[in-house]
């Protein structure tokens, strides 16, 4: 008896594997695929010809020179003082200012911003290191002509009075700050 029931248990899982396997393609009817459409781009576009054919001009050399500026800095006891050859403006002013501390003299802030820049020229003429602050300057802003920055304060405050009997300015002595100037 096992044998029958064993053939027909065989025969029912055979059966019912095909249809798990052959019964869903059979029920799912017509099959579309779909395929998205290429267009080949072509290897060389026509062009004009005579766009690669144009010649480069040469490069012109400039003849630049930098002026003659130095920067002096001297320690707190105001003996030896280096020097060093930095063009005008330059953030190598802040960077030796910047060393416990740096001090400015303010001589004044101008609506005008001719007027700043003629004091500022005539002040380096004279050997004082003055700069116009803020450096970007829109039309409208306000100058402010400041003389420094030093690291040592007694130089600065040597300078005051030559600096009003110069300019006709009475100068205050500020503490310097790279990031808010």
């Known amino acids: 008896m096992a044998s029958k ?5 065989v025969g ?17 009817g ?3 695929h779909y395929q998205e459409s290429y267009q080949s781009i072509p290897l060389r576009d026509d062009f004009d010809a005579s766009v ?13 020179a930098v002026p003659d500026t130095s920067v002096k800095t001297t320690d707190e006891e105001g003996g ?11 953030k190598a002013s802040e960077s030796i200012a910047t060393v416990d501390g740096a001090w400015m003299i303010r001589l004044g802030t101008f609506r005008n911003q001719d007027n700043a820049r003629r004091l500022v020229s005539q002040l380096r003429d004279k050997g004082y290191q003055a700069h116009i602050l803020p450096r970007d300057l829109k ?16 130089t600065l405050e ?6 009003e009997s110069l ?9 310097f700050d790279p990031l808010t100037q």
Do not use: Y
């Open 5 to 9: 029931l064993q053939k027909r248990l």
């Open 30 to 32: 017509k099959k579309e």
């Open 12 to 28: 029912t899982l055979v059966l019912v594997s095909m249809g798990v396997v052959f019964l869903p393609d059979v029920l799912d």
């Open 158 to 163: 040597s300078q005051l009075a030559d600096l």
């Open 167 to 175: 300019t006709g300015l009475k100068g205050q002595l500020r503490k």
């Open 139 to 154: 039309p409208n802003d306000l100058a402010k002509v400041v003389v420094g920055p030093d690291v040592s304060k007694n």
């Open 80 to 90: 030896a003082s280096n020097q060093r050859e930095t063009p005008p403006d330059s």
């Open 52 to 64: 690669t054919e144009t010649p480069i001009a040469e490069p012109q050399v400039a003849d630049v």
